[in-house]
């Protein structure tokens, strides 16, 4: 059913960023004007020029109009820039498998110009401290523009209730890095009842899947791990947070559903709803859950090996139908890569995680291409509704006065996806080998050009997202 909601590393840029906003503030931001593109609008596709000045979007402006460049973009579409909610970026603490610039400069490849990225870095993300560390850390370091949620703990309630400049409160119900599992239900009900900001969740029911291990001990193959982390540890997990979400009424999104009995929890709960606007609740999807299933571990074992695991191929179909009908209302990769060397080791000593933020886009523009989908519900999914959702202000749409974050794409574009193409500092990606049509070819960030089709901007460097009703 249609469903909206109302709602420091070691790094050093050697002084590019400081040259590059010299730059700006002798010459002034680049004033770029898109011709004759099929703009990808709230409610229809429609061809027009769009002007991208002082990092804001001008529609359809005057005919004679002076720009620094001027682009012919006719056959082309122009989307708003994708935001993905949910990433793990290893900055502080892991950056041998990614960080903050490797991250984001995949992010640009891949027409992503917003991240949201998660609190299980070491240290964690879990205080208000450490939170405004990691802002500051973006500011040196990301191409695009970031967020960061703050990480719950058992007790860590007080931090909780002071936190600002964030999307909200990350809760891992099941096993996590460091302090951060949150399994008790007298933790779980006192972070819904006495904080205010948005949560959400990984939802695996740590108890339901430590039973699964001990049964198989501990997992011999790839494809224990989706018996391990099976269907019931799921389904309890979303039950139980839906429920406190409910009780106090307090806004929780979904993370990565990877089942059908997730959907139709989903379904069942919207549809009791007498309005839209009485909705607490959220979901996303992830490529991964929606194009891989237990069949893809013989052929591609570890590389496939991520939590929640990938179910069968009737969850697939189920995914994808919720995601058609707005059940599930969002698109988001739960970016989180590891290095080849340790993806190759055996089951279980194998990380979880996959990266995708690069290649997201391409997957569902190439799902599109297969009838899979309609253009625009994609786009919402990976553009407005995160925006919605997580209250972002100015993004998310082409629409007057927004964020110049905007990214052309072309439909007809066939190309590779190749493990040494890759931006990610991990190097590699499931997908390697795989032909795609419909590909970003230019992405631009508050109005300036950060990927061209070929290369990053790498001096570019994004703003810290703001969300509605939190303080400066």
């Given at each position: 059913?249609?469903?909206?909601?109302?709602?420091?590393?070691?790094?050093?840029?050697?002084?590019?960023?400081?040259?590059?906003?010299?730059?700006?503030?002798?010459?002034?931001?680049?004033?770029?004007?898109?011709?004759?593109?099929?703009?990808?609008?709230?409610?229809?596709?429609?061809?027009?020029?769009?002007?991208?000045?002082?990092?804001?979007?001008?529609?359809?402006?005057?005919?004679?109009?002076?720009?620094?460049?001027?682009?012919?973009?006719?056959?082309?579409?122009?989307?708003?820039?994708?935001?993905?909610?949910?990433?793990?970026?290893?900055?502080?603490?892991?950056?041998?498998?990614?960080?903050?610039?490797?991250?984001?400069?995949?992010?640009?490849?891949?027409?992503?110009?917003?991240?949201?990225?998660?609190?299980?870095?070491?240290?964690?993300?879990?205080?208000?401290?450490?939170?405004?560390?990691?802002?500051?850390?973006?500011?040196?370091?990301?191409?695009?523009?970031?967020?960061?949620?703050?990480?719950?703990?058992?007790?860590?309630?007080?931090?909780?209730?002071?936190?600002?400049?964030?999307?909200?409160?990350?809760?891992?119900?099941?096993?996590?890095?460091?302090?951060?599992?949150?399994?008790?239900?007298?933790?779980?009900?006192?972070?819904?009842?006495?904080?205010?900001?948005?949560?959400?969740?990984?939802?695996?029911?740590?108890?339901?899947?430590?039973?699964?291990?001990?049964?198989?001990?501990?997992?011999?193959?790839?494809?224990?791990?989706?018996?391990?982390?099976?269907?019931?540890?799921?389904?309890?997990?979303?039950?139980?947070?839906?429920?406190?979400?409910?009780?106090?009424?307090?806004?929780?999104?979904?993370?990565?559903?990877?089942?059908?009995?997730?959907?139709?929890?989903?379904?069942?709960?919207?549809?009791?709803?007498?309005?839209?606007?009485?909705?607490?609740?959220?979901?996303?999807?992830?490529?991964?859950?929606?194009?891989?299933?237990?069949?893809?571990?013989?052929?591609?074992?570890?590389?496939?090996?991520?939590?929640?695991?990938?179910?069968?191929?009737?969850?697939?179909?189920?995914?994808?139908?919720a995601l058609k009908e707005s059940t599930i209302e969002v698109i988001a990769t739960d970016h989180a890569p590891h290095t080849m060397e340790e993806k190759q080791q055996p089951y279980p000593q194998?990380?979880?995680?996959?990266?995708?933020?690069?290649?997201?886009?391409?997957?569902?523009?190439?799902?599109?291409?297969?009838?899979?989908?309609?253009?625009?519900?994609?786009?919402?999914?990976?553009?407005?509704?995160?925006?919605?959702?997580?209250?972002?202000?100015?993004?998310?749409?082409?629409?007057?006065?927004?964020?110049?974050?905007?990214?052309?794409?072309?439909?007809?574009?066939?190309?590779?996806?190749?493990?040494?193409?890759?931006?990610?500092?991990?190097?590699?990606?499931?997908?390697?080998?795989?032909?795609?049509?419909?590909?970003?070819?230019?992405?631009?960030?508050?109005?300036?050009?950060?990927?061209?089709?070929?290369?990053?901007?790498?001096?570019?460097?994004?703003?810290?997202?703001?969300?509605?009703?939190?303080?400066?």
């Amino acid at each position: 059913m249609p469903f909206a909601l109302a709602h420091a590393s070691g790094w050093d840029p050697g002084g590019l960023h400081d040259d590059f906003e010299s730059t700006i503030e002798s010459c002034g931001m680049t004033t770029t004007l898109i011709r004759n593109a099929t703009c990808v609008l709230p409610d229809r596709l429609h061809q027009t020029d769009v002007l991208l000045r002082n990092g804001k979007i001008e529609l359809d402006p005057a005919v004679h109009v002076e720009a620094d460049e001027v682009i012919d973009a006719t056959g082309l579409h122009l989307i708003p820039g994708v935001i993905d909610d949910q990433v793990h970026f290893r900055d502080p603490g892991l950056t041998h498998k990614e960080d903050l610039h490797t991250g984001s400069r995949a992010c640009a490849a891949g027409g992503v110009t917003t991240f949201l990225e998660m609190p299980n870095t070491k240290p964690s993300t879990t205080s208000v401290q450490a939170l405004h560390e990691k802002l500051e850390l973006a500011s040196t370091k990301s191409i695009v523009n970031y967020g960061f949620y703050i990480g719950a703990t058992p007790d860590n309630v007080q931090e909780l209730q002071r936190a600002e400049r964030t999307p909200g409160i990350k809760i891992f119900i099941g096993s996590s890095t460091g302090n951060l599992l949150v399994d008790e239900q007298k933790a779980l009900e006192r972070i819904f009842a006495e904080t205010n900001l948005p949560i959400c969740a990984h939802c695996e029911d740590e108890t339901t899947v430590r039973a699964n291990a001990a049964k198989l001990d501990g997992g011999k193959t790839f494809t224990d791990h989706s018996k391990i982390r099976d269907h019931e540890a799921a389904i309890i997990a979303t039950r139980r947070a839906m429920d406190l979400a409910i009780k106090y009424h307090h806004h929780f999104h979904v993370l990565h559903v990877s089942t059908a009995a997730e959907c139709d929890l989903l379904y069942a709960y919207y549809a009791s709803l007498s309005q839209i606007s009485d909705s607490v609740i959220s979901a996303e999807v992830c490529p991964h859950h929606l194009l891989f299933n237990v069949e893809d571990y013989e052929r591609l074992g570890s590389l496939v090996q991520m939590n929640p695991s990938i179910k069968n191929k009737e969850d697939n179909a189920r995914l994808w139908q919720a995601l058609k009908e707005s059940t599930i209302e969002v698109i988001a990769t739960d970016h989180a890569p590891h290095t080849m060397e340790e993806k190759q080791q055996p089951y279980p000593q194998s990380p979880s995680g996959l990266p995708a933020v690069e290649n997201s886009l391409a997957l569902m523009l190439n799902s599109v291409n297969q009838g899979k989908l309609p253009l625009e519900r994609v786009i919402d999914a990976m553009t407005a509704a995160p925006a919605r959702i997580w209250k972002i202000d100015n993004k998310g749409q082409l629409k007057q006065g927004f964020d110049a974050d905007v990214v052309l794409v072309d439909m007809n574009l066939k190309k590779t996806v190749l493990n040494e193409n890759q931006q990610t500092k991990s190097g590699w990606s499931p997908w390697h080998g795989v032909e795609l049509t419909g590909w970003p070819v230019k992405t631009w960030c508050m109005g300036e050009l950060v990927y061209d089709g070929a290369k990053v901007n790498t001096e570019h460097r994004g703003r810290e997202a703001t969300f509605r009703g939190q303080s400066d």
